[in-house]
């Protein structure tokens, strides 16, 4: 990974550098709560169901549930969280790449113009115009 920032040569390449890493770290967070979950044994798993059923439901009294029913619960929300946040970052990245796509045209257009020297030498300001050219 750390020869990757070798090429961050811009400004762009660095928030999209961050972006990634962001996005990469709380993927891994997610996953390795579940993975937590799913290898606990029997007798630690209710507490960290109970603690990841919490961050989502701190009102909602789950113990009425089975542990069985309490551990998919936990997990599907996990999966929903990570499926979510990837939809997030893909529609902010494809955001980020129209916003660069614009930016690049609106630059790219503007320098493809050149400056046009006036064919009449009475179309300019009035402090340029020559004596003869009428008001």
Not at 51 to 72: H, W
Not at 76 to 103: C, H, N, P, W, Y
């Amino acid at each position: 990974m750390w020869q990757a920032i070798q090429l961050v040569t811009s400004g762009l390449a660095l928030v999209a550098f961050i972006w990634a890493g962001v996005v990469a770290v709380l993927r891994t967070q997610i996953k390795h709560r579940e993975k937590l979950i799913l290898a606990a044994n029997e007798r630690d798993r209710p507490a960290l169901v109970q603690q990841e059923l919490e961050n989502y439901y701190p009102a909602v009294e789950v113990p009425k549930l089975p542990l069985k029913a309490q551990t998919q619960l936990a997990l599907e929300r996990m999966r929903a969280d990570l499926k979510r946040f990837q939809i997030k970052a893909i529609v902010v990245s494809l955001v980020a790449v129209l916003f660069t796509g614009v930016a690049t045209f609106a630059i790219l257009r503007a320098s493809a113009q050149p400056v046009r020297s006036p064919k009449d030498p009475c179309d300019v300001p009035l402090d340029q115009r020559p004596l003869g050219c009428p008001l």
